[in-house]
């Protein structure tokens, strides 16, 4: 997910080149049963009705395989010896972009919301403990907001500033600990939630820094700092996550961000209007690209993400099915195209390769990403994958080192991790616990 950027997801001159543009901003540091079949187009998303489906148990895998599958991703990615889950002490722990040498808020917050979704609770409060101690500022201009990335071997803050993402998850899955786990079991999950958005609000451009959120726009910048906050990044357009601010935040702004959530569904009309369906990692709040220094616009490792932020809307709250809908066919129908099992993973918006090829790690080169399988895979949930192949291909897809040796369990393991959450029925809007 990186300013969180995700052209940092893998790459150094990226991190620099965020590092230096913060620099010039003086912020530098240098379910049992069969799961149903597609429902009808009006049915209610399920955060209403608590019923949230298994593709996997459509595409014939049984239960306990399910679960099993589930559990040996999570091994995968938090204990097995290729682990990007760290403890630190008695009491904390981080999650690191191990090919980058970082640990960044995007790892740290997926970490969190991957232990409250299974109900890992000693995960989830390492990581928070970390990421309150080391990343996010206790006092100056960006008081409650995060450094997104820190050096583990020095443990110096690679950049003083935030990315947007990294508080969008920090606060979800915090409302969400909150919700399961209550907040006397020695961290208040919802006060912590309360403290990044009550001083997001706070932020009126005093410094050059601002509100997460473009609140003209009403849309998540790429960055709440300097010109940054005033273009975006579409995998940062999570609507689920701004319903779940309007349901359980309980600031004052629920209206805000139900407005916000129905605004990043048009604005996502625009940014995936290409035929292919595919978006630019970067764009202007019109959803036209936006340039720059590291890399030309492009579909690249950022905009991965957003076939599964859309999925989570559609299951979720159900409010945008139509056009959902039409999304999934054109973006799975374009990777159809390109071979189900060999499509690679940077394009031109129009289904070109690109000239410019955004380095992973320290490796430029174009491969078949487990990272964009599964997040392929998610957009079946929105019912076009009538033989459910994008299903059984992350399915049988291995976290593993590719043929030429290159691995990466950190991106493509945390979305290969999210992925067989969603299809499985097991990422879900968390409720208040009932009592």
């Given at each position: ?23 010039g901003l003086g912020l530098g540091s240098a379910a049992a049963q069969r799961a149903p079949k597609p429902a009808p187009a009006m049915r209610k998303g399920a955060f209403y009705t608590g019923k949230y489906p298994s593709l996997l148990r459509e595409a014939g895998y ?344 290159y691995f990466d369990p950190y991106y493509d393991g945390l979305l290969y991790l999210f992925s067989l959450m969603h299809l499985s029925g097991k990422y879900q809007a968390i409720k208040p616990a009932q009592h």
């Open positions: 997910m990186k300013t969180s950027s995700s052209f940092l997801h893998r790459s150094r001159a990226g991190l620099l080149a965020l590092g230096l543009l913060y620099a049984n239960q306990a395989a399910i679960d099993q599958k589930v559990t040996q991703a999570y091994h995968d990615v938090f204990e097995g010896p290729n682990k990007v889950y760290f403890e630190v002490g008695d009491s904390m722990a981080y999650v690191s972009d191990v090919k980058n040498h970082d640990a960044r808020t995007e790892g740290m917050s997926y970490g969190m919301m991957v232990a409250v979704q299974l109900d890992k609770k000693q995960v989830f409060d390492r990581l928070w403990r970390w990421s309150k101690k080391y990343l996010q500022h206790q006092s100056g201009p960006l008081e409650g907001y995060f450094a997104w990335s820190i050096n583990t071997a020095t443990m110096k803050r690679n950049s003083e500033g935030p990315a947007s993402d990294g508080e969008l998850y920090f606060v979800t899955s915090l409302l969400f600990a909150s919700n399961r786990w209550g907040n006397a079991t020695g961290i208040n999950y919802y006060q912590e939630a309360r403290r990044i958005l009550d001083a997001s609000w706070k932020k009126d451009g005093t410094g050059g820094v601002y509100n997460l959120i473009n609140t003209q726009q009403k849309q998540i910048s790429f960055v709440p700092v300097g010109d940054m906050y005033t273009w975006t990044d579409p995998s940062y357009h999570v609507p689920a996550f701004m319903e779940v601010w309007a349901a359980y935040a309980k600031d004052g702004h629920e209206q805000f961000y139900r407005a916000c959530a129905d605004t990043s569904r048009a604005f996502l009309h625009r940014a995936c209007a290409a035929p292919t369906g595919l978006n630019y990692d970067y764009t202007e709040f019109s959803g036209k690209p936006h340039a720059t220094k590291w890399a030309p616009p492009a579909f690249r490792y950022d905009s991965w993400r957003v076939p599964m932020n859309i999925a989570m809307d559609y299951v979720w709250f159900g409010k945008d099915k139509a056009w959902q809908e039409q999304y999934a066919r054109r973006f799975q129908g374009f990777l159809r195209g390109k071979g189900l099992n060999t499509f690679e993973d940077q394009f031109n918006v129009d289904g070109s390769r690109p000239d410019f090829i955004l380095p992973a790690g320290d490796v430029k080169k174009l491969r078949h990403s487990l990272g964009l399988v599964a997040t392929s895979a998610s957009a079946s949930l929105m019912h076009q994958d009538r033989d459910l192949a994008f299903v059984h291909a992350i399915w049988n897809a291995k976290l593993a080192p590719y043929e030429d040796g």
